[in-house]
């Protein structure tokens, strides 16, 4: 098998697809007016909203490694049903207590285009997904590195079918992942990464970020 099928075949598996990597966002023209980031399905404006950089000052400081992280070789049907079980368990818990609407804080990183920064996320039920960076500006959803706790969950049950490895940590009181780490064989290239911390629930009457101004 050449290594391009090999690629192929492996990425939509690594819980990140790294369809994404080359895409390169449209860059201001001379007037200094920004424009509308587009993406395949979805279109959102570039606002700046200096209300929610007070959300990233969870990201510091950044902890290299998790003791706590369970370590799954994925090579073995064994592995495999023990991680698919761990997943199932701790999904449950999160079904049983997850809020109906939250934000939280995700950074994801992959072979290709390396770590990203870290994005503020807000899932409301029955609306759109939407994201921030560090600046206050609307960042575009990329199916790669923006999604919901429940987006996460769906791409950890497919993981399970990578032949390589896998390191999973879990928030001991809301029970979403903190921080998974994929390696698919033969590698070394072949890695991901997701952090998740900061979920905080978020009430109905709650007035969203990024309002368009006049």
């Known amino acids: 098998m050449s290594m ?7 990425i939509p598996l690594l819980i990140l697809p790294c369809s994404g990597c080359k895409r390169r966002l449209p860059e201001a023209p001379s007037t200094g007016v920004v424009p509308t980031i587009k ?82 996320m807000e899932v409301r039920t029955g609306q759109p997904l939407r994201a921030w960076d560090a600046t206050g500006k609307s ?6 590195n923006t999604f ?13 079918e990578i032949n390589g490895g896998a ?6 009181r809301w029970h979403f992942p903190t921080y998974v780490h994929t390696v698919a064989l033969p590698g070394p290239d072949m890695w991901s990464v997701i952090e998740v911390r900061a979920l905080r629930p978020i009430g109905l009457a709650a007035r969203p970020f990024g309002r368009a101004r006049a």
């Open 4 to 10: 391009s099928r090999l690629v192929r075949l492996v």
């Open 39 to 120: 993406d395949t399905t979805r279109v959102i404006a570039t606002i700046a909203d200096t209300g929610i950089v007070n959300f990233f000052k969870d990201t510091a400081p950044t902890r290299a490694f998790f003791p706590e992280a369970q370590d799954f070789k994925l090579q073995t049907s064994s592995q495999r049903q023990a991680f698919r079980a761990t997943i199932r368990k701790e999904r449950a818990l999160w079904n049983a207590k997850k809020p109906p609407n939250y934000r939280f804080l995700l950074r994801v990183g992959c072979f290709c285009p390396g770590t990203r920064g870290w994005l503020l």
């Open 139 to 144: 960042a575009a959803l990329i199916d790669w």
């Open 148 to 160: 919901s706790i429940d987006g996460l969950y769906d791409d950890l049950e497919r993981a399970a």
């Open 167 to 172: 390191q999973i940590a879990f928030d001991p």
